[in-house]
């Protein structure tokens, strides 16, 4: 069992940054990738950014120059800073964690972002 702890997010003027952070813990040999996803009212859930161990980093269209994503800690945490952010960045951001052995995948609680003008 992997439980994933979020901390950061709140409300924050168009233009500002905000840094997110999830950190794994719990009985687990390997973390394979770990991401953020985001859900706005109304929307479905998106991927925004995503780390395999290996490095490989994916940004959404819209977040890329803007969000950088970073692994640290055994590659246990996972840290999401946000720069320039817009209005349309607000929602509620998800950590996510995949293992292969076995494999399966886990979800942090969500945190609020609240982007306004």
């Known amino acids: 069992q992997v439980l994933l702890k979020e901390s950061g997010g709140g409300l924050v003027q168009a233009g500002g940054s905000l840094t997110l952070s999830c950190t794994a813990s719990g009985t687990f040999f390997s973390i394979n990738t770990m991401a953020w996803y985001r859900q706005a009212p109304g929307k479905q859930r998106e991927l925004v950014a995503s780390?395999?161990?290996?490095?490989?980093?994916t940004y959404a269209d819209s977040v890329k120059n803007r969000f950088t994503i970073s692994r640290y800690g055994a590659k246990d945490t996972v840290t999401l800073h946000m720069n320039s952010l817009k209005i349309e960045d607000t929602g509620v951001y998800y950590c996510?964690?995949?293992?292969?052995?076995?494999?399966?995948?886990?979800w942090g609680q969500g945190s609020q972002v609240t982007v306004y003008a």
């Open positions: 780390q395999g161990t290996g490095g490989a980093i």
């Open positions: 996510y964690a995949q293992l292969i052995a076995p494999i399966s995948t886990y």
